[in-house]
């Protein structure tokens, strides 16, 4: 949706109509032409061509091309660059784009980096180290350009940003179940803080910030194969590290040269840190968090107000509880998360704000629930009889239409999706104004508190 509406400089100043009609017809069509052995073909010259280019082709990279296939009309050149234009006169806000860094032999849980794109830079906010959009995908070393890449087209990025493939049987086990802690504890090496052991001397400690001493515990035989048969991601994006040849590891524990979130496990061992991989591991960050917070996070943002529109399958609740708890153990300010676990005990919108932190950001939540649609056809009017039928929307039962496998809708489904989420918003555009509010005050209150 993003990369489609900003591929128009001016959309934000002109009537959406046009461009949801337009979803609508890709979204309606068959898709299987595009796996008509002619069109494979096609697919399969373009990997040809962009192996040839000096990228590492994967399973992702047909995904993207099945994407731009089965919700366009015909090879689009566009790239995430070139959105530049849709920003220059500070005529639309700023697209960011999100996947995580992974390591194919370790659990999400241990390991994984938020890398952040947008079309002026890619970059780990990790480690502070950004490159220019145009330049991802060419290799580098010690942050010099070696060899310059062709940067990939739009549908590419849709394939990386999206690569619901690159999922490993532990991901999996995630996905189905409640919990992974019985996996997760077999197929990782055990980290023990020994200077908690009583029957050690106290070692003085001459610098707070040194890291505290800790012995690694390899794990047996079985557990290395039960490892890699649970985390070994056949389908997985790769490019060229960008970080490859920097001495990063040197100066990683005094934490004076990176930016925040040292969050995995592996942060204990700076050998062990991305800048000794040839390549970026990158998958949806569904595969952690099913959602794009951290971006809007970093404290140079300085983010006021979040509206988070919900549109993910299964739990509506269940991302936004993950980044409160993310946030709360990464010492992150956000509001507090006080929600129903029962899709069907959601109301159409949450106002969460923290009015003892003004720096916090307030976040107004829109789960996809259908609530008072179901009487009303508009804010405060309600059904006729005959009307009753469209405000009946299956979102979530075992026939629903809207489930993530299904790539093609029909024109009544769609409608009654895009009516359904409509309503939602302007029955609560009070809340809306009321949250525009307290970020004003908010506002008003830090710039009273700072010195002159």
């Known amino acids: 949706t993003m990369a489609t509406l900003y591929s128009d400089p001016d959309w934000s100043s002109k009537n959406l109509e046009p461009a949801v009609f337009e979803a609508r017809r890709h979204v309606v069509k068959d898709k299987m032409p595009s796996l008509f052995p002619d069109q494979l073909c096609k697919f399969q010259e373009e990997l040809r061509q962009r192996s040839q280019e000096g990228y590492r082709v994967t399973f992702t990279d047909f995904w993207g091309l099945l994407i731009e296939s089965c919700l366009g009309d015909e090879r689009n050149e566009c790239k995430l660059s070139e959105q530049r234009a849709a920003l220059c006169r500070g005529q639309n806000p700023l697209p960011i784009y999100l996947t995580i860094n992974v390591k194919d032999d370790v659990s999400n849980q241990d390991f994984r980096e938020w890398c952040e794109f947008s079309p002026y830079e890619v970059g780990l906010q990790k480690y502070g180290a950004f490159i220019p959009t145009e330049l991802f995908g060419s290799e580098f070393f010690m942050g010099r350009l070696m060899k310059r890449i062709p940067e990939s087209r739009m549908c590419y990025m849709l394939g990386l940003w999206s690569s619901i493939f690159s999922l490993n049987l532990l991901d999996a086990w995630n996905l189905s179940h409640t919990s992974e802690e019985f996996f997760h504890r077999w197929t990782r090496k055990k980290v023990h803080d020994i200077e908690d052991e009583p029957i050690l001397p106290e070692i003085p400690k001459c610098d707070a910030n040194i890291l505290e001493t800790t012995v690694v515990i390899p794990g047996s035989w079985l557990s290395d194969i039960f490892r890699e048969v649970l985390t070994h991601r056949p389908f997985v994006s790769e490019f060229h590290n960008f970080l490859s040849g920097l001495q990063l590891h040197t100066g990683y524990l005094r934490n004076d040269q990176f930016s925040m979130w040292k969050d995995t496990v592996l942060d204990g061992f700076p050998n062990q840190l991305t800048e000794s991989a040839n390549h970026l591991s990158l998958l949806d960050t569904a595969f952690f968090v099913n959602s794009s917070y951290p971006p809007l996070l970093r404290p140079e943002r300085k983010a006021d107000l979040i509206i988070h529109l919900n549109y993910c399958a299964g739990s509506q ?100 999706l895009v009516k359904l989420s409509e309503y939602n918003i302007l029955n609560n555009k009070d809340r809306l104004l009321q949250a525009l509010r307290l970020a004003v005050e908010n506002k008003k209150r830090l710039k009273s508190q700072c010195p002159s």
């Open 317 to 416: 609740t269940k991302p936004l509880k993950q980044t409160c708890e993310y946030c709360t153990m990464q010492n992150i300010p956000f509001p507090k998360c006080e929600l129903p676990d029962a899709n069907e005990d959601l109301k159409e919108c949450y106002l969460m704000e923290n009015s003892q932190e003004p720096d916090t950001p307030i976040v107004v939540f829109f789960p996809l629930i259908n609530d008072t649609f179901q009487k009303y056809k508009a804010p405060g009017v309600e059904r006729s009889p005959e009307e009753l039928e469209q405000g009946q929307v299956d979102i979530y039962g075992p026939k629903t239409p809207y489930a993530t496998k299904e790539l093609t809708y029909t024109e009544a489904a769609f409608d009654k």
